[in-house]
């Protein structure tokens, strides 16, 4: 992917910035967008120049429609076009049915649906043959271990639809879509040593948590020459948690 340019958003930390990284190691320019670690995102981007390619961090809200679109604008802008765009954002509100309010309903579907297909939209309309779209999903779209994941799996399992769909429609244009489902994984969201922990990585066939470096790896392959005859597929990277 040398001479490449992508967007990752929400790529300030966790798997999107284990993505950026692997993405500017493979001879990608990056633009990543975030919301609030705005010191965090900077200090991506150094680790992107670093790799030898340009990096620059995008303040965008993927709950609000217009910063979501614009984001693609705005890295062309900096970058001069793009080629990859791996939607990695997203929000999780979980508990019991009766304890998540429209406001929660609104908010997940906002970022993890509304801003997806927005930002994928305005790709779209940017990229040229070989362009990759990569989806970051989650392993509760192929298996849901307990209660209180409800709306997160619900607008989780949108995206599927939406991959599948944009195969179909970018196809002709030399342009694939394809989604990555991760298991439990490793991040300050959710550490692989914190109080909920034990019960994911029972879940989990290896019996422990991923590595974000570990989902950056599959989204790199997808986004790399090797897979161009590979769109509207689903890729567990979980461990077995679907097993």
């Not at 304890?99 to 939209?121: C, H, K, M």
């Amino acid at each position: 992917m040398n001479g490449k340019v992508a967007l990752v958003t929400g790529g300030s930390r966790g798997i999107g910035a284990a993505t950026a990284l692997r993405l500017a190691r493979g001879g990608a320019d990056v633009a990543i967008t975030y919301v609030a670690g705005k010191e965090a995102a900077e200090n991506v981007v150094r680790q992107i120049e670093k790799a030898g390619r340009r990096g620059v961090a995008l303040r965008a809200d993927s709950a609000d429609a217009r910063e979501a679109a614009n984001a693609v604008d705005r890295t062309v802008d900096a970058l001069g076009g793009l080629d990859i765009l791996v939607n990695n954002v997203g929000v999780g509100v979980l508990g019991p049915l009766e304890s998540i309010t429209p406001a929660d309903v609104d908010r997940v579907l906002a970022v993890n649906v509304r801003g997806v297909y927005l930002t994928s939209r305005a790709a779209a309309a940017r990229m040229g043959s070989g362009s990759r779209i990569v989806t970051i999903g989650t392993c509760m779209t192929q298996r849901v271990p307990g209660p209180g994941g409800t709306l997160y799996a619900m607008s989780k399992s949108a995206l599927i639809g939406l991959t599948k769909a944009l195969a179909r429609e970018l196809g002709g244009r030399g342009i694939t879509a394809n989604i990555v489902h991760p298991g439990p994984v490793d991040t300050d969201m959710n550490p692989a040593d914190g109080p909920y922990a034990d019960p994911q990585k029972a879940d989990t066939a290896l019996g422990r948590f991923g590595r974000p470096a570990e989902i950056a790896s599959m989204v790199a392959y997808l986004a790399g020459g090797e897979a161009a005859y590979i769109t509207g597929a689903e890729f567990s990277v979980d461990g077995g948690h679907a097993a």
